[in-house]
């Protein structure tokens, strides 16, 4: 292989797109979950509804909770693999042409 530099530059690249991309999707996968929420939530606040329906709204307002839990977590993760990533890519620059 000749330039070895370049392909880790396109490597990360790659990656470093990909993981914007993650943190996009992440993003609004965090959004539509505190939509889904409030939604509940309100649902809850309603006084005609059967306890029966109350139990299972209940449910799914945990469920939620734990789901944004669980993509907040995945979101932190990502964004610690971005800084990484250009963090590298930054290293990779400052080698010279051939000096890998």
Sequence with gaps: MKNLKQYLIEEVNKK????KEEIRQSDENLE???AKLKVEK???EMQDIEEKMRENINFSVQFIESDIITEKERNVELKDDLKMLLARER???KFEDGGL
């Design 91 to 93: 290293v990779i620059n």
């Design 16 to 19: 470093i797109k990909e993981t």
């Design 42 to 44: 309100r649902f809850l």
């Design 32 to 34: 539509i979950l505190e």
